[in-house]
């Protein structure tokens, strides 16, 4: 469900389920995994979905059937949107299509976002499906969101276009999606001649108080189980 390509300084990193891209707790260790390999190969990521789908976000029966195996799954959910937000190298994303709930944070955790223009559905889907947002998940969208656009997404559940994405800070463009691997790759190329030690330590400067308030409130609301000996 996860596949790992590196060529030369980028590691592309694919998620694949057949469907609709849920995020399992399977999927979120194997895309851990693999941004492992890609630290540890020192590449620029690229992020992409399947055609026509980036991510419909959580696993939904195991979201709503709650307990300790829906726990583990959002906390792993925004440990990883964390791990992008501070991660050594830049990452661009190749939204491939309709990306909805923590599939959009996953998008808005990214360096550089890019955006498959055609119908596809760009949401914070949360309040209109009966859920609350976590407070991590509000961070993730204040950092990157215009004001205006921020309330209608957290609050209304509004959905945008691509294009309307990219005016509302979910993407930076819009690109045709024959065109949009491409695109990334060479973006990704262009991004892997950065300093990388000046681009981490700026990164964690510019995203202190954003990660700072994500990793505290996944530790208040999505507590981890107790460990028993």
Do not use: W
């Not at 980036?54 to 925004?78: C, E, I, K, N, Y």
């Amino acid at each position: 469900m996860v596949d790992y390509q590196l060529d030369g300084p980028v590691a592309t990193i694919t998620i694949d389920d057949g469907k609709v891209n849920a995020l399992s707790l399977a999927v979120l260790t194997s895309l851990d995994a693999a941004l492992d390999r890609a630290e540890g190969d020192g590449a620029v990521v690229v992020l992409s979905g399947r055609p026509g789908v980036f991510s419909a976000g959580f696993d939904l029966p195991t979201l709503r059937a709650g307990g300790p195996d829906g726990v583990a799954m959002l906390r792993a959910g925004f440990e990883l949107a964390a791990r992008l937000l501070a991660y050594p190298t830049p990452v661009v994303i190749a939204c491939t299509g309709h990306a909805v709930a923590m599939g959009v944070f996953l998008v808005l955790s990214g360096d550089y976002r890019l955006g498959a223009e055609g119908p596809y559905k760009i949401t914070v889907n949360e309040v209109a499906i009966g859920l609350t947002l976590p407070t991590a998940a509000i961070e993730i969208c204040r950092q990157r969101l215009s004001p205006a656009q921020f309330s209608r997404a957290a609050l209304l559940a509004e959905v945008f276009s691509p294009a309307d994405a990219v005016a509302a800070g979910f993407l930076d463009r819009a690109v045709d999606a024959t065109a949009l691997h491409e695109t990334a790759r060479k973006v990704a190329a262009q991004l892997a001649t950065l300093d990388m030690a000046a681009h981490h330590a700026s990164k964690l400067r510019v995203r202190r108080a954003t990660l700072d308030a994500i990793r505290a409130s996944i530790d208040t609301e999505l507590p981890a189980p107790a460990h028993v000996p």
